[in-house]
């Protein structure tokens, strides 16, 4: 387990096996045995577990694939898919990660796991559980991204990764109308202060965050076929070209298009002019029982 700049040894014991759909191979859930292992531990694996296949089948449909079985950079992989969810003590203040030193020989990068595997942290209460569902979207997408951006030779910018990302939650149903009480409120943040924030500056804080799942989501409802990005991150352009390949026109008009989305906040029809089904400035009540009122421009 690597959370930069320190290396841990996570023990840990596979509590779930989780037929990949499509016959791939499966999906194996670890928990970190620091962990307790009891009713309320085999209930999140439980929960995680179960709605794994629906993330599995989304992002592959929108995004693409992750590597295949056989010769990857320098390791040979098997079909499966490796998911650790570890003690919070070792993530870092980190939800969950995809690092692709993983799909490395441990002779290059000492602390490779040599699989195809990503990260959550363990929560155990109702919105940990329901952000850890959505970083199962999130972390997928990056690993799926770093494979079709590593087929066509070029390395995806920072900001669209990670739009992408924000739009795989949106998809698999983790989005901020339904469960993602963290980014609605961070959401806010960006709000509060947006016309200083950059879209391609990518700063890793939680106003970038919200800003490019903004971005991500309404780019992809907007310019993708049927919802799908794949011809982009097929393509050999990356960042502001990638953009611009996907929407057919300028980056600067497709930001000004996005501005107006934010502005106009047609959330009914959605389109060139809003995200439909995401009121920015509605208010959205979560099954735990908290609520976040955006405060959209």
């Given at each position: 387990?690597?959370t930069?700049?320190?290396?841990?040894?996570?023990?840990?014991?596979?509590?779930?096996?989780?037929?990949?759909?499509?016959?791939?191979?499966?999906?194996?859930l670890?928990?970190?045995?620091?962990?307790?292992?009891?009713?309320?531990?085999?209930?999140?694996?439980?929960?995680?577990?179960?709605?794994?296949?629906?993330?599995?089948?989304?992002?592959r449909n929108?995004?693409?694939?992750?590597?295949?079985?056989?010769?990857?950079?320098?390791?040979?992989?098997?079909?499966?898919?490796?998911?650790?969810?570890?003690?919070?003590?070792?993530m870092?203040?980190?939800?969950?990660?995809?690092w692709?030193?993983?799909?490395?020989?441990?002779?290059?990068?000492?602390?490779?796991?040599?699989?195809?595997?990503?990260?959550l942290?363990?929560?155990?209460?109702?919105?940990?559980i329901?952000?850890?569902?959505?970083?199962?979207?999130?972390?997928?997408?990056?690993?799926?991204?770093?494979?079709?951006?590593?087929?066509?030779?070029?390395?995806?910018?920072?900001?669209?990764?990670?739009?992408?990302?924000?739009?795989?939650?949106?998809?698999?149903?983790?989005?901020i109308?339904?469960?993602?009480?963290?980014?609605?409120?961070?959401?806010?943040t960006?709000?509060?202060?947006?016309?200083?924030?950059?879209?391609?500056?990518?700063?890793?804080?939680?106003?970038?965050?919200?800003?490019?799942?903004?971005?991500?989501?309404?780019?992809?409802?907007?310019?993708?076929?049927?919802?799908?990005?794949?011809?982009?991150?097929?393509?050999?352009?990356?960042?502001?070209?990638?953009v611009?390949?996907?929407?057919?026109?300028?980056?600067?008009?497709?930001?000004?298009?996005?501005?107006?989305?934010?502005?106009?906040?047609?959330?009914?029809?959605?389109?060139?002019?809003g995200?439909?089904g995401l009121?920015?400035?509605?208010?959205?009540t979560?099954?735990?029982?908290?609520?976040?009122?955006?405060?959209?421009?």
């Amino acid at each position: 387990l690597e959370t930069s700049p320190n290396y841990y040894l996570a023990t840990s014991t596979c509590r779930a096996i989780v037929p990949l759909p499509g016959g791939a191979g499966n999906a194996y859930l670890y928990l970190d045995d620091t962990v307790t292992w009891n009713t309320t531990a085999s209930g999140v694996i439980d929960q995680l577990a179960s709605a794994w296949p629906q993330i599995y089948t989304a992002v592959r449909n929108n995004f693409g694939t992750e590597p295949p079985a056989g010769l990857f950079n320098d390791i040979t992989l098997s079909g499966d898919i490796w998911i650790l969810v570890a003690h919070n003590g070792k993530m870092g203040g980190t939800g969950g990660f995809f690092w692709s030193g993983d799909l490395r020989a441990s002779s290059t990068y000492a602390a490779s796991n040599e699989r195809k595997i990503f990260y959550l942290t363990y929560y155990d209460n109702s919105s940990g559980i329901a952000y850890s569902k959505g970083t199962l979207a999130h972390e997928f997408q990056h690993m799926v991204n770093h494979r079709e951006r590593k087929a066509a030779g070029v390395a995806e910018k920072s900001w669209l990764n990670e739009a992408m990302s924000g739009y795989a939650e949106h998809l698999c149903g983790y989005g901020i109308p339904t469960t993602n009480s963290t980014r609605a409120s961070s959401a806010n943040t960006y709000f509060s202060a947006m016309n200083q924030n950059s879209l391609v500056h990518w700063r890793g804080d939680s106003a970038d965050y919200a800003q490019v799942y903004l971005f991500g989501t309404w780019l992809g409802k907007r310019y993708g076929s049927a919802g799908s990005v794949q011809s982009m991150l097929q393509s050999a352009s990356v960042g502001t070209a990638a953009v611009s390949l996907l929407a057919g026109k300028p980056f600067g008009t497709v930001l000004s298009e996005f501005a107006l989305a934010l502005y106009l906040n047609d959330h009914v029809n959605g389109g060139t002019y809003g995200i439909q089904g995401l009121n920015l400035r509605g208010t959205y009540t979560y099954p735990w029982g908290s609520s976040v009122t955006l405060s959209g421009p």
